[in-house]
Nanobody
Framework: QVQLVESGGGLVQAGGSLRLSCVASGTILSINTMGWYRQTPGKQRELVAV???????NYADSVKGRFTISRDNAKNTVYLQMNSLKPEDTAVYYC????????????WGQGTQVTVSS
């Protein structure tokens, strides 16, 4: 069984910064792509940023230049540094990972709330 646990969410003023972390635990052989998604009420979950095991990254246009995704493979951890936050970044942020446990399974965290006040 694989668990993803996010941390680092909270309330911040517009223009501020937050750093999200997500740790994967369990019987893990390796982790392929890891990513962050976000969701607001009534809307579909959307991609924020992803990073491959080799460090290649991809970002949503709305966060390019403000957010940075990184990972520490030794710690099975992915991070999301969020700078210049805007009220429209308010959402529940979910961590995602494609984990090798003999087969590849896609795991999700429980989500962490990020609220940006104007």
């Amino acid at each position: 069984q694989v668990q993803l646990v996010e941390s680092g969410g909270g309330l911040v003023q517009a223009g501020g910064s937050l750093r999200l972390s997500c740790v994967a635990s369990g019987t893990i052989l390796s982790i392929n792509t890891m990513g962050w998604y976000r969701q607001t009420p009534g809307k579909q979950r959307e991609l924020v940023a992803v990073i491959t095991s080799r460090g290649n990254t991809n970002y949503a246009d709305s966060v390019k230049g403000r957010f940075t995704i990184s990972r520490d493979n030794a710690k099975n951890t992915v991070y999301l540094q969020m700078n210049s936050l805007k009220p429209e970044d308010t959402a529940v942020y979910y961590c995602n990972a494609d984990v090798e446990v003999g087969v590849t399974i896609r795991s999700w965290g429980q989500g962490t709330q990020v609220t940006v006040s104007s």
